[in-house]
């Protein structure tokens, strides 16, 4: 005769394998593989939850420089992303030696003039405050900076989730976001990945 505790607690052991077997299948992933970079499915801004649209490598040649993934609920031209006065963030995440302080730098002074066609005079206090803040602290692969757009903010920049630096206006976050979605992007194949899944 089958003892019916035994039985019982087989059971109940049964159904708790079944059910947590159902909520592994059934959860969504919270994070996503960009190259050997992991960034989250989404990212809080202000009050809001604001969803990974994309994102994709920023290569040279065969090099693998960064991961780059953006994070809206805008969706569409890419300009038209940029220039949104809504949450969004774009979350860069260092994955080659070739990256350093004065080539990152560089290559953020040209992606401002190409964004802005030149006329940088307007914001220039939020590039040199932005270029100041990369310039305090070391540069090398596994670094991964943040640069959060919040509407009546601002955007803010934090290294490896820290040292949180808030540059003001919306004409800065437009010329930012420009340099990776505007009409002269830093690099064409990593804009279309950015701007949809």
Do not use: C
Request: glycine content about 10%; cysteine-free; aromatic content about 6%.
């Amino acid at each position: 005769m089958i003892n019916l505790s035994i039985a019982s607690s087989w059971r109940a052991a049964l159904v708790a394998v079944v059910t947590a077997a159902t909520l592994v299948v059934a959860s969504p992933a919270f994070a996503k593989k960009i190259g050997a970079a992991t960034v989250p499915d989404t990212m809080s801004i202000g009050s809001e939850d604001v969803p990974l649209l994309g994102g994709g490598l920023r290569t040279r040649a065969v090099f693998k420089l960064y991961a780059a993934a953006l994070y809206s609920n805008e969706s569409g031209d890419g300009k038209a992303v940029a220039d949104a006065d809504a949450p969004m963030a774009i979350h860069l995440h260092i994955l080659s030696k070739l990256i350093n302080k004065k080539k990152m730098v560089a290559a953020l002074k040209t992606g401002f003039k190409n964004s802005t066609g030149g006329k940088t005079s307007a914001i220039q206090g939020g590039i040199d405050q932005m270029i100041e803040a990369m310039n305090a602290n070391p540069l090398k692969r596994g670094v991964a900076y943040t640069l959060t757009y919040e509407p009546g903010v601002g955007t803010t920049m934090t290294r490896n989730g820290a040292d949180p630096v808030l540059i003001e206006g919306l004409a800065f976050k437009q010329a930012l976001f420009g340099i990776w979605l505007g009409d002269k992007p830093a690099q064409a194949s990593l804009k279309t990945r950015m701007l949809a899944k």
